[in-house]
């Protein structure tokens, strides 16, 4: 089921953003469908819906692939789709925030698109969306954090360096709240 929903986001974005002026829109519009589709289609918002997340994200990130685009701008735009769309079914926000910023490192690193970038563009995502809709920036923030380095773990390699490298050392994001996540996951581990 998971690989049918990277395939028809894959699908659904590639034709949203075919001839459109603003492709970001595009993709922010067709992840919020395909996320409030999939979470009704399912009536139900837990583990496996997050795996569902990852998979949109996935697929929207190699739907704008096909066509190129900025990963921080796609990956941000794919985030705060996802925000929209489990808002709008009334799903647990953070948890999503972790599977999308998930499912887009994996489609980045999938296409063989700079990972690094692609996080800083899901957390940056996160923390509007969570702006935008009234949710804590901070935790939306970790969750992406945590979301991104759960992927570039799965990814190998040096995966998980390269993504811990580039959330610190951005400007475009809040310092010291990005380091916190990265302590509080690396205390657990």
């Given at each position: 089921m998971l690989k049918q929903i990277i395939e028809e986001t894959t699908g659904a974005v590639t034709a949203a953003i075919q001839g459109v002026d603003n492709i970001l829109e595009a993709v922010t519009g067709t992840v919020k469908n395909q996320v409030v589709n999939v979470l009704q289609g399912t009536g139900e918002i837990g583990a496996s819906s997050v795996e569902a997340i990852a998979s949109i994200a996935d697929g929207a990130i190699k739907g704008v692939g096909q066509v190129g685009g900025s990963a921080i701008d796609t990956a941000s735009n794919t985030v705060s789709g996802v925000v929209q769309g489990v808002t709008q079914v009334g799903g647990d926000v953070i948890s999503a925030i972790r599977g999308g910023a998930q499912g887009v490192v994996q489609g980045t690193a999938e296409t063989g698109g700079d990972?690094?970038?692609?996080?800083?563009?899901?957390?940056?995502?996160?923390?509007?969306?969570?702006?935008?809709?009234?949710?804590?920036?901070?935790?939306?923030?970790?969750?992406?954090v945590n979301g991104t380095l759960d992927a570039a773990i799965q990814v190998g390699g040096n995966a998980a360096s390269t993504v811990r490298e580039a959330l610190l050392n951005t400007a475009a994001l809040p310092h010291d709240v990005i380091e916190a996540a990265i302590k509080g996951r690396d205390n657990k581990e």
């Open positions: 990972i690094g970038q692609a996080a800083i563009g899901a957390v940056q995502g996160a923390i509007k969306a969570a702006g935008d809709t009234g949710g804590n920036a901070a935790e939306a923030a970790k969750a992406a």
